[in-house]
């Protein structure tokens, strides 16, 4: 397997947090970039949905990633919140299609367990371990940075080892 670029996405409709991460052949994993695209509260939600979509688009076009991780929907209690994240999501895997980035999606706990070793570490856990496995200087922040470069690693080792598979049988 060849160094290959990999997008991570934390979908949200305020802020969507991204990071690409470069996999080398040997499985290391090397920071590209990362941050937030936002959309201000009081425009209206096509507009906003748009300027998620430039937001990703624009990343993609940069950075031009191999393949993408996003986080699957999960239910939350409060249900505009969940709606929200679920329209956010939408537009990242739209846009991630007409790209023509393949695209895999995990649950919160699979990225938790992939990248802390417990599918139930917390907010803190998960900054220190992308801290160490990307050897940042720094922990990630906001949150939303810190999600999209655990599902980006999450991603990789997940798609590291399916393709051992695939080639062993």
């Keep these: 397997m060849s160094e290959r670029r990999i997008l991570g996405i934390d979908p949200g ?9 470069i996999q080398g052949s040997d ?38 990633p191999a393949t993408a991780g996003v986080e699957k929907l999960f239910f939350e209690r409060n249900v505009s919140t969940a709606m929200s994240v679920g329209q956010a999501r939408g537009v990242a895997m739209l846009t991630l299609a007409r790209c023509k980035v393949e695209v895999a999606e995990y649950a919160p706990a699979e990225i938790k367990q ?12 998960m900054q220190i371990m992308v801290q160490r496995l990307l050897r ?28 051992r598979l695939e080639a062993g049988g």
């Design 114 to 125: 992939a990248v802390a070793g417990y599918g139930a570490a917390d907010k803190r856990q």
């Design 27 to 64: 499985g290391r994993l090397d920071l590209v970039a990362c941050g937030v695209i936002t959309t201000p509260a009081g425009q209206a939600l096509g507009d906003r949905l748009l300027s998620l979509e430039d937001g990703i688009a624009g990343i993609i076009e940069q950075h031009r």
């Design 136 to 163: 940042m200087d720094a922990k990630p922040t906001p949150d939303d940075v810190a999600d999209a470069l655990a599902i980006a690693i999450c991603h990789a080792h997940a798609s590291r080892t399916m393709a």
């Design 13 to 21: 409709m305020a802020r969507t947090g991204y990071g690409v991460v």
